[in-house]
């Protein structure tokens, strides 16, 4: 049972957590937001890889979501010493991280590349896929003006109001060959309780994958969403009054319908059970579970409920 | 009183700590051995340039003479998960020191600016200079074939006998300006007690420096040497035995005689005072102090007996 995940940042690694427990090693592929990388230090930082890198590798932090557990924070001290900006906060292990992946790709591997050596190296079973090696980064226009994402999230807190996004590069960027594989390739679609605007929608927003769902789908390869809203609310980040201040609904319904023409299901949370007719009528299947995950045991009951969604296949095949 | 000081790693910097408790902020600057610099992970690395960094910031490891007093080895950790070289024993503060130069070096910057920013940055009073910015790297030839100067001194742990020593890139590496004009400004030129074969042997194998040196000398500069061998043995490293396997004599006068026609002074150890008479007959002036450094207040000491050697008008200037 080939599971392709389309994943951001947290919400994206537990799913990728929840799949990856279930599933028989190197079934699960996730492909990983790149809109957020940036650079720091001079160094090459992707936020979401590392934390769906850590957290499937059973290293991340599960207080924060994000870094590595048990981390020490001595570099970032002498750094703040030697005046570089301290507000992304790098812990030890995870600066070692970013010296790596750097290392590779200086060495001429691609971000992919870089990627599978690390992920190996960590022994995580699953196939993480950046969305692209190309450039693509997330620009939110904001009421302070312009903004990179780590800008927006990490060091001004989320606080400005977000006006529009744009993925700078997006003309030019191609999603790997890898990716497109893992689609075509995939016995299930998912795409993970992640920020619709700025964790999916830069890996959407590239023609070749939205088209490869869309091919994917036509072929009877049922393709599942969960929504990271519940009760108007996200679990974590700016999600909801992002959708709101962009002019959407701040609701699972409001998800559903950017996600309209490219799933076949959409997993919504108890607390939305109302919500199941109007999705219904955007031309996709509603279904209620409990989508919050707070420990590795709801990670994988998530999952196993997506995969009995779609035919219960999976139980059997095990 | 105006002191420069050519030094290598330890010895030498604990002697520039010496000279920096005596002088006034600005007095004293530290051209300091690139021969070597290496690169790790990807990262530009000066391992002597840190050691005096780190020593006259007051935040050298005291146990072992190099790396920063109550460092973590939390990257290392991680860096050894990914399957990255550890033997080049890197701390998590000393790891930032190396990101934050390579990321001055790739904004456009010198290593000679690179490195000043970082003093000032750790609120050192005295000018630490890279004797060069270009590549200079020293290349030994042992009995189990050529190594790099780090592969041989930390991967082998200095076990290979040494049968011949080359400066890669000596025919077009250039001292700095502030190079020249420390040599040509200072009062006093002293050469700290480090290894003279790898620590000062690549600063004074570039012509100009030597020259410099040769023309202060004439000029009535006064220029010292501090022997780094004691007894026939050198206090910390593999001088001793890498003079005897080149086929110098590994005593002070064994050094000495290295030194010949750049120096005025030599100082040697209270244990090596029966050299004095072999030391004077290669034309210079040889005297006996303690020389060993166990402590700030020795390292002090020893400064104040060089510049009380050359005339005494320290003390009367201060």
């Known amino acids: 049972m080939k599971v392709t995940l389309l994943a951001g940042g947290v919400g994206g690694a537990k799913l990728a957590h929840g799949f990856q427990q279930v599933l028989d090693p190197g079934e699960l592929s996730v492909i990983v937001n790149v809109g957020d990388d940036t650079e720091l230090y001079g160094l090459a930082v992707s936020p979401d890889i590392d934390t769906v890198l850590y957290t499937l590798a059973g290293a991340a932090n599960a207080e924060t979501g994000w870094g590595v557990a048990g981390d020490t924070w001595t570099a970032l001290a002498m750094l703040a010493r030697y005046h570089e900006?301290?507000?992304?906060?790098?812990?030890?292990?995870?600066?070692?991280?970013?010296?790596?992946?750097?290392?590779?790709?200086?060495?001429?591997?691609?971000?992919?590349?870089?990627?599978?050596?690390?992920?190996?190296?960590?022994?995580?079973?699953?196939?993480?896929?950046?969305?692209?090696?190309d450039r693509l980064r997330t620009i939110l226009a904001t009421d302070e003006g312009e903004l990179a994402f780590q800008d927006y999230f990490v060091r001004r807190g989320q606080e400005p109001e977000v006006r529009a996004v744009g993925f700078d590069g997006v003309e030019a960027a191609r999603p790997t060959q890898q990716v497109l594989a893992a689609i075509h390739e995939a016995d299930l679609l998912v795409i993970a309780p992640s920020n619709p605007i700025v964790s999916i929608g830069p890996t959407l927003a590239m023609r070749d994958i939205r088209e490869a769902i869309i091919v994917a789908g036509e072929a009877g390869t049922p393709r599942v969403a969960v929504s990271p809203i519940i009760a108007g609310r996200a679990l974590k980040g700016p999600a909801d009054r992002m959708l709101a201040s962009l002019g959407h609904e701040s609701s699972a319904l409001g998800v559903a319908r950017i996600y309209a023409g490219i799933l076949d299901w959409f997993v919504i949370d108890e607390a939305d059970a109302a919500l199941v007719h109007d999705v219904e009528a955007l031309g996709m299947r509603a279904v209620v579970r409990q989508t919050v995950m707070h420990d590795d045991q709801e990670r994988a009951h998530l999952a196993t409920a997506i995969l009995d969604l779609v035919g219960g296949a999976v139980s059997s095949s095990r």
Not at 113 to 119: F, I, R, S, V
């Open 85 to 133: 900006e301290t507000w992304f906060r790098v812990g030890d292990a995870d600066l070692a991280t970013h010296v790596r992946r750097s290392h590779i790709l200086r060495d001429g591997a691609s971000l992919t590349d870089a990627t599978a050596q690390m992920a190996t190296a960590l022994g995580v079973p699953s196939r993480i896929l950046p969305a692209s090696n």
